[in-house]
């Protein structure tokens, strides 16, 4: 079978894979676990990922468990991609902030509109701040230096957005 290059979704489904055999609904759940903090995944990516994986021979399919669900497992030549993949230039980041967006049309905004986007997105990164502090706190006590800095750049991410949001106008 020919060697394809894969994209970060599904990059990030094979890493998960690399942990054991998990459905869908697993590598949802280690999604949010392990990335959540700095990299989003939606289900119907991974559902759409999975079999484009097993048309590759990058994942094979395990036997079904209960209620149908269906384990997915890395193959040698997935461990290859994913290798191959890690190698990459990683590109150049996406930065898409929905309150920013809206920030930046500020001008059609009513004041009490301006003030709840803010108030919204304070709450949101307070308590995602939170989360990615615990998270990180755990990954260092478990000795996951590398998921550790992964979850001090969402960390450091999150603070930046709480001190911006300090500036953003809000009339």
């Known amino acids: 079978m020919a060697e394809a290059g894969i994209n970060a979704t599904a990059a990030a489904v094979l ?20 990335l959540g903090a700095y990299w989003s995944m939606t289900r119907s990516q991974v559902y759409r990922e999975l079999p484009a994986l097993a048309e590759l021979g990058y994942v094979k399919l395990g036997k079904p468990g209960p209620r149908a669900s269906q384990p997915y497992a890395i193959t040698a030549a997935g461990k290859r991609a994913f290798t191959r993949w890690l190698a990459e230039p990683p590109g150049r980041d996406l930065l898409r902030n929905p309150t920013a967006l809206r920030v930046a049309f500020g001008s059609q905004h009513t004041a009490g509109q301006l003030k709840e986007l803010v108030a919204g997105a304070n709450e949101y990164h ?5 989360t990615a502090r615990e998270q990180a706190k755990e990954a260092k006590k478990e000795g996951d230096e590398y998921g550790a800095a992964a979850l001090d750049f969402a960390v450091a991410y999150h603070k930046a957005a709480l001190a911006w949001l300090k500036t953003a106008p809000s009339k």
Do not use: C, F, V
């Open 15 to 34: 890493g998960l894979l690399h942990e054991g055999p998990m459905t869908g609904g697993q590598l949802m759940a280690a999604a949010d676990r392990r």
């Open 126 to 130: 307070n308590e995602a701040l939170a």
